[in-house]
């Protein structure tokens, strides 16, 4: 019965923490240490003769990466000893393997088994190793500090014994990535790390991942639309911008037909990034200087990534690619949002081997055309 109740609280404490929200924080640091301070309840088997008592345990861990580290514990436990019918004191030593849970929100559950030793001062006799498993949570008041609820089976091995902890307390995290999570570069309240648009001017609205909110409008279908029939631009290694018309040969002059024009322009990415680089600064003005001497032209902005990653990733990967070139159009040329259409593939349509690194580059891409109407 003592060992159910012991185990409601602790689910209770979970539940609670669970209702504050999992906000991200980024709590788990690779590279960082965690030291824990928890008090609780110590539950013996009742073939030991001993009395369930109060239990001190402190902890010291590293994490290897975001979701696995080890720890070392040390539990005391205050017990009494009914064969000797006096006060007596258990401690225990033990190192554990932890994985963490979704460990950037602000409540991290966990996993924890490991083995350890057990030392019983019952006329200096020692009681040998154990094995234990549980689990928790660590609930994150700052991306420092944490509230942490612990429970976990004992099972000393050479006399299957099972018993069981359960205790509440704090957990701090010292060193680790010195990256600043809650730095926010362009002051549009979305945090760097999870800006999709970085550099939006003060003052534009933006959605949850930081780009502008008449682009989320925009983009908010899942699956990609089919674009204007225009054969996909070449590979473009940084060459210059050509603006011509297109070559007629009509056999006789057809009146009050007037002159089509079309711009191309590739804009490659690094891998996995967003980040468009200063040599495609001159093409893209030159895709605004276009649209501005044609008013009435809309252009047509695809994403595409290479095949490394998931299906689902590239296609949201292919879409931060059109939304910044879009962005940077209307935030550095002044180009109305209304003039855009925007289509997004992943990796499904490659102009290159993708076994290659050349190949890879040139699918890591975002083609841009525009046809004055």
Not at 14 to 33: H, L, N, W, Y
Not at 303 to 310: E, I, M, N, Y
């Amino acid at each position: 019965m003592k060992k159910m109740k012991v185990v409601a609280l602790v689910l209770i404490a979970f539940v609670v923490a669970a209702f504050f929200g999992t906000a991200a924080f980024a709590q788990i640091k690779p590279g960082s240490f965690n030291m824990s301070h928890l008090g609780g309840y110590y539950l013996f088997e009742g073939n030991q003769d001993r009395d369930n008592g109060p239990t001190y345990m402190g902890t010291l861990g590293y994490n290897i990466t975001e979701k696995f580290g080890f720890e070392m514990a040390y539990n005391y436990v205050d017990t009494e000893s009914e064969i000797r019918g006096g006060d007596d004191e258990a401690h225990m030593l033990r190192l554990d393997g932890i994985y963490h849970f979704m460990p950037e929100n602000r409540l991290v559950p966990y996993l924890s088994a490991g083995l350890g030793s057990t030392s019983l001062h019952d006329d200096g006799k020692d009681y040998g190793p154990f094995f234990n498993m549980g689990g928790g949570f660590k609930y994150f008041f700052t991306d420092r500090v944490a509230f942490r609820g612990d429970i976990r089976h004992i099972l000393d091995m050479p006399h299957t014994y099972n018993n069981l902890s359960a205790t509440l307390g704090l957990s701090f995290v010292i060193g680790g990535d010195t990256v600043d999570k809650n730095k926010d570069s362009d002051g549009d309240g979305v945090y760097d790390h999870k800006d999709q648009c970085p550099g939006t001017p003060p003052g534009v609205k933006v959605d949850a991942v930081g780009c502008p909110e008449e682009i989320k409008a925009e983009v908010t279908p899942t699956t990609p639309v089919e674009p204007i029939e225009v054969e996909p631009a070449p590979f473009i290694e940084e060459a210059p911008v050509v603006v011509a018309p297109v070559e007629e040969t009509p056999t006789e002059p057809i009146p009050d037909t007037p002159t089509v024009e079309k711009i191309e322009v590739v804009v490659e990415f690094e891998y996995d990034r967003t980040i468009i680089r200063p040599v495609y600064n001159s093409q893209l003005k030159a895709v605004a200087d276009f649209m501005e001497r044609h008013p009435n032209s809309v252009a047509s902005i695809e994403g595409h990534t290479d095949s490394r990653g998931s299906e689902s990733y590239n296609m949201s990967l292919s879409r931060r690619r059109a939304v910044v070139i879009k962005r940077y159009l209307m935030n550095n040329h002044h180009v109305a949002s209304k003039r855009f259409k925007l289509y997004w593939y992943g990796e499904s349509r490659p102009v290159a081997d993708n076994d290659t690194n050349e190949g890879r580059e040139r699918n890591r891409r975002s083609i841009i055309i525009s046809i004055s109407e």
